[in-house]
């Protein structure tokens, strides 16, 4: 029986937050060791990455594709492929690897367009892969338990609900001469027709999903643009319709003073409600009608044994952002493991954002981005299309 | 010169919360003595509740008008009335008491009509009698500081505002055999057209105004209703587009369990944000940009003048809700001792909801019920008609 | 049935936080009118100070004796004084009105020395007057609802108690040149021996023992002084031995910058936990072992029903400093009107401070400065004397 | 010039909790590779554990002594070990390991005795080896910036410290049937003469020191039991008396129920203070007298460079406990790649907890244990000695 897996990386060269994420992440229950990599463009940086990080020089390559062929003819090569490169490349790199055999995790938004997203999806499909994308925060111990409750009815029927994203990265950006993340997630070059939505929105959305089990039928998006002459919007209000009738709110700002990633999800229903902020992510307030509010902390034995599986350490011991990566390599690693071994029965046994879920992201965004330009109207997710999208690059 | 007035109240039988808030608001600083009142249909609790009070047993009058009259024949007749009546009537005591030229506080929302409001606007001025409304939550001691600092311009332009307000006091009712608030405020024969814009989110409104002095030109609004068949909202979310271009959001909820009176403001400029919770009513969140976040207490000598002014005791012991409606009627009555005393220069000198906050809280509450009755759409409010209401009542 | 008192004030003149607050203590409920005084020394003042709270002028007096004298003839004479004069008179203003018959409530610490303490009890004893003390914490509504969990069995047996009370007020002072507080209550000549533990400590001292109804049999006292030379500790850490066998600990300081007033409990027992804060007065933390935090909020109806009985708003709407206050007086009254009425059973079915628990602060005070005196040893409460105050005045 | 180490752990088999936080943290930044080790007793468990972690088998030892003999001869043997046995084995450990020249990093309490620490003092000087221990909490990134305040004089000559560390560890594991941590750190075989004070009051101890520089000259304790007659105490009360005149106090309790690991930490000086609590670990609370209160957060431009170095994630992205770990791990890798690199000039330019503060820490617990034993009386650290150990081991 197969303990562990192989996997390479395409991007994430070591200035950048998001490389170490996923190399931390991966590392943390040592599920999958890095075994090949295409880090960064610079040759001499790419290989003083690689080492650094273990992988062997001559696994190391100056190109993806390179990568992709020759990983997928070695009997030792690896199982999945981590794509940590900016949002515009994702979807021919991720192309190339499942065209190769390769499992995929990759950062959000999953794609640029919708049409993209479909493609990977039929591409998946030929070749068996699975892909993973990587939308964190819904994957911290105490989500686990949110989840549980609601369907296990703990609040009954959800009525609304309501979801916040402020950030002040853009702000800071614009006072600041250091270069910056904001110098590429503001070009539509490399983003797209949406900053706000695709980079942070697009979390919040897959929250209310993955916790909920609600499906959203439409949305009526108000950007918000700063400067004013922006060209995507720093600012995302989102009126939303869910397929049980009920409604729901989000927002998100990156121009939001003083705010680093305070993710607030605040789920309502007919029996109670529960919220969560990422300011004191090991903590779940959960409040049943009449009832004083408890607060729920990770790891304590009157979770759910879902949730307590993916705790590591005893209660009361931070675990943060890494770790809530490490949850998503950890169920992806097993789900690939179980596959390996034969004994995966249905994907939906693991708990992590699935392809499905990376295309309903896109799906969102292009929604949003279509009811903006229509003058906030609602769009029907189903109905969305990539028109906006183009309109944007023209 | 005069340092005391005379008032009286219309409603407010003991068994309600908010004849106690406006006695004892006005009873905070001495400013104002209670002397008549007309306070339930019971004559016995009438009596007992006057005389309680201290209210001489030939002031306690069996109903308004005649109130309004013997009042205004006395020499020593009340200088004003306080009216705590159900919303449905809060038109026609006002009316009453200002043909009598008797100044007015009103609980909110002022009216259930943008008509009814202005035609109170016209009487009033006809007897240059003064309105006040009690929209309380801005009337805590570091609002003034948050005013003060935004007009200071210490977080620059402001480009986003999000205002929360979540309660669960009608799921509680609904849970629960005893007879309460929500027997009237959900019935539209009392409550006009509007449940949760009218009694909370007309609050966020005025919040939102008095702090950063920007005007309302739109709203697009988004209602829920719970149960499903109830004939008035309990959800209102509501996009807001101001005079200076930007864009804004607010909340409210009747059906948020967990949640008494949970009211947030977050307001963002170009230069910082500034931040306050009802849930801990004596402290503002400063967020300079790039800079630590700043948290300012209550009376403590790094504040304004202003706001330092209407704290009552020394910082870090705590001052609520009652001092919060003693702060609107210090300000009322000190304008009302400086017309008579003659010192009178300027009303906006008072900072207290005046007049006009009225009107436009029922000019916002109109506008979102026509936004939501005409399928989510822009309606700016200088449009707004009473329509919708008209509609609501046939 | 009689329903209202009459009392007058000693002291309190409007410049102080400490009158008011009396004042608007005892109006919250409109239960005791106040109808004579001598509230400063000034006489003009005095008048002005009388009047503007609606004292007849003939009632306002020069000064305490005469108050007493005058009073205690008068057939509508006061029934009950508040003393709210510095500390080293307490004593003797509250002796000559017992002597005459009317009750008093009276500012903490009750007096300077045990015998003090111990005279006016037998004084009060033979004049059947009542003597409350305010000490205020312990009257917020959620603090109730500790004292019933705790009587109930709710936590279990009690195995440790914490208590803390950091300001900043001398710190503050010691950096401004404006007059204040800090300047006769660091002077031992109107605070006698104790600055920190008879200001702050002696608050805790009540907390712990009125929410846990345990008896403290020693203390081991540790001071701390600032600046270094000062006469009086500004610092006092106090280890607590019970008469449960327990220990516990407290902390006050009034160096401790950026707390204006943070008292904070933290009460541990067999089977869970209550905290509570004074940072978040309307909440009350309850951890019942093993299972997730509660946190109850004041007015809910799940609280006792002796808890709800001393809100007077609805859940949410935050009942401050004076609200407290309030509830000392509230229960204060209804004592001295169940005592005309014949309708007074019980003395203890009346919680608020009573003398026993001022002579029982001084105790603890006079104990502490023993220790403290002595090298940190622990000193037994019953044989605390009054030898180390008497050092402090050679 | 060398990048990288190896390393040895010894203890740490999977089921721990602290076996998987040293390895976490040290594959955290990647400077250190787990090479060999002896996990635990049960040989077929033992190879597992190393070959999951990716220990070659030939690197996998049945026992530490012959791990320390194999290691040392080798070429590529291990640059330091990793102990995480129960408390009562470390010091036969490391003095094992030292012995054969190879650096050790070492779970608190260092060792059971002030004898056993010195002897390893010697011998480490002899061998020229380095010890750290894993006093982890000093050594989130925020407390860095810390300590730089109060090194550049912040806030002044520090007049008061106050540190807390609630837990109910021990309350859950007496009303539970698993077998628990409870199990053995509870029993003086193990333990030594000291539950609470030598498990978390150290922690404590290492954090007033590392933070403030102070030195602690002398204690006075008063510990508590439960149940009552439990050998070791489960609460330590400390009062505190520093070198620089100041006194400050500690509390750290295992039957705190509602507490996981609670760590607060509160630093007054003149000028200023500042608190920090494990509850929420990325941020500061830094009170200037007489300004605003400011939260700092962990990563952000405005903190000092030294703090910044040690953040792996933006700002408002949570790092943990792990991550804390880590930190240790970094400073003592980067001391000993330098020491290798012959680029180390100044131990103290390394901050991670050295063995003077393993030494200090026993002797800080073993004073402690003397006061309780003496009667609650002051024992300076300087004279503390075994004394009161030996006893407890007779």
């Known amino acids: 029986m197969e303990r562990k897996l192989r996997f ?31 880090f960064t463009r610079n040759w001499e940086r790419n290989v003083e990455d ?31 492929v981590s794509i940590v490169t900016p949002n515009h490349t994702h979807y021919s790199v991720a192309k190339c690897f499942l065209e190769h055999g390769i499992h995929v995790i990759c950062e959000k938004p999953f794609t640029l367009s919708i049409e993209q997203a479909e493609e990977l999806k039929r591409i998946a499909a030929e070749h068996d892969a699975e892909v993973g994308v990587t939308y964190t925060y819904a994957h911290y111990p105490v989500l686990r338990e949110c989840r ?61 999903h993955s916790m909920t089990g609600l499906n959203l039928d439409a949305v009526l998006a108000d950007f918000g643009y700063y400067p004013e002459n922006a060209p995507l919007e720093c600012i995302s209000r989102v009126l939303m319709r869910f397929d049980n009738g009920s409604h729901g709110m989000s927002w998100t700002s990156s121009v939001a003073s003083g705010h680093d990633c305070t993710v607030d999800l605040k789920i309502y229903g007919e029996k109670g409600a529960i919220e969560w902020s990422h300011n004191d992510p090991l903590h779940l307030r959960v409040a049943p009608v009449g009832q004083p509010v408890q607060i729920m902390c990770a790891n304590r034995d009157y979770l759910c044994e879902e949730s307590r599986a993916i705790s590591r350490i005893a209660a009361g011991h931070p675990e943060g952002f890494y770790e809530a990566f490490a949850n998503i390599y950890h ?9 390996k071994n034969g004994t995966c029965h249905d994907s939906r046994d693991y708990f992590y954002p699935h392809l499905q879920d990376g295309i309903d992201g896109v799906r969102y965004v292009q929604a949003c981005v279509e009811s903006q330009k229509r003058g906030n109207v609602w769009v029907c997710l189903k109905d969305a299309s990539d028109e906006a999208s183009r309109i944007a690059h023209t």
Request: charge should be negative.
């Open 148 to 208: 549980h409750l609601i369907q296990t009815g703990a609040i009954g029927k959800i009525i609304d609900v309501v979801a916040l994203y402020p950030q002040d990265w853009l702000l800071l950006s614009l006072n600041s001469d250091k270069e910056s993340y904001a110098d590429w997630i503001v070009d539509p070059t490399f983003s797209g027709n949406s900053n706000a939505t695709a980079a942070t929105g697009v979390h919040l959305y897959y929250l209310i």
């Open 50 to 80: 690689g080492t650094f990080w273990g992988v062997p020089e001559d696994r190391i390559y100056s190109n993806y594709q390179e990568m992709a062929e020759k990983e997928s003819q070695r009997e030792d090569g690896i199982d999945f």
């Open 331 to 339: 169920e992806f690693c097993r789900h690939l493991l179980d596959k």
């Open 8 to 38: 390479g990386m395409v991007g994430g060269g070591n200035g950048g937050n998001i490389g170490n994420s996923h190399r931390r992440g991966a590392a943390m229950d040592n599920m999958a060791v890095l075994s090949a990599g295409c």
